[in-house]
């Protein structure tokens, strides 16, 4: 069973790939973001708490666009080891503002079983499937 967060509402929903029953949107189109944010790395747990995050956005954000680059600015400042990115100093600054006004929860990263047995696989040189982390 996979679990997944859904990007655009933050509700936890079956499947890294499949439209979020709460809100009808897929996957981010990008494979390795979708599997980042799923218990293929992460447990339910801390997938649902990076879905507080998401929330706390939408509240002061409707763009969606914006919504996506703050919640991957929120990840690449404060958990960098799953996702480093730079944004171009607009987006960063307009990102950084949603930031400021959601006030978003801070997010403690447990990860997942299967995470764990997958990088343990890798350390061992074995070949696991892509890195999700790398961004």
Same mark, same amino acid.
């Given at each position: 069973?996979t #679990?997944?967060?859904?990007?655009?509402c933050?509700?936890?929903?079956?499947?890294a790939?499949l439209?979020?029953p709460?809100?009808?949107v897929a996957?981010?189109?990008?494979m390795q973001?979708d !599997?980042a944010?799923?218990?293929? $790395?992460i447990?339910?747990e801390?997938i649902? &708490?990076?879905? $507080? @995050?998401?929330?706390?956005i939408?509240q002061v954000?409707?763009?969606?666009?914006?919504? !996506? #680059?703050?919640?991957? $600015?929120?990840i690449?400042?404060?958990h960098p080891?799953?996702?480093? !990115?730079?944004l171009?100093p607009e987006?960063?600054?307009?990102?950084?503002?949603?930031?400021v006004? &959601?006030?978003?929860p801070? @997010?403690?990263v447990?990860?997942?079983e299967?995470?764990?047995m997958? $990088?343990e696989m890798e350390?061992?040189?074995h070949d696991a499937g892509?890195n &999700?982390?790398?961004g």
């Amino acid at each position: 069973m996979t #679990w997944a967060l859904c990007f655009h509402c933050g509700e936890t929903k079956f499947g890294a790939i499949l439209p979020c029953p709460e809100c009808n949107v897929a996957s981010t189109g990008n494979m390795q973001l979708d !599997i980042a944010f799923s218990d293929h $790395r992460i447990s339910k747990e801390t997938i649902a &708490a990076f879905g $507080r @995050v998401v929330q706390a956005i939408r509240q002061v954000c409707d763009d969606d666009e914006l919504g !996506i #680059w703050s919640f991957l $600015r929120y990840i690449s400042i404060n958990h960098p080891h799953i996702l480093k !990115i730079t944004l171009d100093p607009e987006m960063a600054t307009q990102a950084e503002a949603v930031l400021v006004a &959601a006030n978003p929860p801070l @997010v403690t990263v447990v990860e997942s079983e299967r995470g764990r047995m997958t $990088r343990e696989m890798e350390g061992n040189g074995h070949d696991a499937g892509a890195n &999700a982390a790398d961004g």
